[in-house]
């Protein structure tokens, strides 16, 4: 991916603007509490339904597989809270982002990737450790092993989640009709 992308934006990419930019579930996230909240249920939704698939494929339980699949629906609810608490930040293409929102992305990226290492160094660890102890470890493989690919998938939506700010005038669900620059709400048409 390029730092810019002068391609011009394309139909699907203002759908998808328009899409992650809707303010009707605003009051899910509106607040950092909230955030970490959906950011907490959708981490733990993504566990529960691992490891119900986890026990469908490995365990061989049949009953795990319709667990996974009554999961799916609220953790693609969470998800979606997630995604417009950053507004696309990681859905939209680098196209339809602006310098502020793709330095963001950058950033993001980063802080997913520095969580992953030290994840990774501490399942690596862990392994290691179990291993010297005389412990078995093959059994465990494919299951780390998926776990960590979902985390891996995952942590950059939760660190986005978690790093998003609070939008000016927006103060624990109180509206003062106040802009965060002091401009009366109403008045943005007069902004430069």
Known sequence: MTATDERPTTSYDRRMFRLMNRREGAALHATAARRRAVVVAHIALTVAAGAAWLLSVVGERSWAMFTMLGLLLPWCFVTGVINSSTRGLLELRARALDERQRAE??????????????????????AGALTVKGVDTEGYLFPVLFSVFVVHWLMPLWVAGLSVRDEPGIDDGIDDGVHGDGAPKGAWLSRP
Request: charged share 20%; aromatic share 10%.
């Open 105 to 126: 992305r950058f950033r993001v990226a980063a802080r997913a990737r520095g969580v992953m290492l030290w994840l990774l160094l501490a399942v690596t660890v862990a």
